[in-house]
């Protein structure tokens, strides 16, 4: 089973302040990189939290700011490999 390659998000919300944290990930074909993202994202800060702490729009409060799963892009393996020997993300 080969690999696909992607470049996922985790936005943070700090009050007014928006951050993109980009993050680069591998996964067997069969996995859903969407649902990879989520799972991640429950867990971004140690938190262990479930699907029933995110808000309709997937955002995770956490003190005094939130996070949520964004954009997942597919890369081809050359890209990743580039990116990953730069240690760009």
């Known amino acids: 089973m080969s690999n696909k390659y992607y470049i996922g998000v985790i936005e943070e919300k700090y009050g ?8 680069l990930f591998s996964l067997p074909e069969s996995f859903n990189p969407n649902k ?6 429950r867990d971004w800060y140690g938190q262990d939290c479930t699907d029933a702490d995110e808000d309709e ?4 409060e956490n003190d005094f700011m939130m996070h949520r799963a964004g954009k997942v892009t597919e ?5 990743f490999n ?8």
């Open 16 to 23: 007014e302040f928006k951050v993109k944290q980009p993050l």
């Open 36 to 41: 990879h993202m989520e799972e991640y994202n």
């Open 57 to 60: 729009n997937g955002w995770i």
């Open 75 to 79: 890369i081809s393996e050359a890209c």
């Open 82 to 89: 580039e990116l990953n020997e730069k240690g760009a993300l």
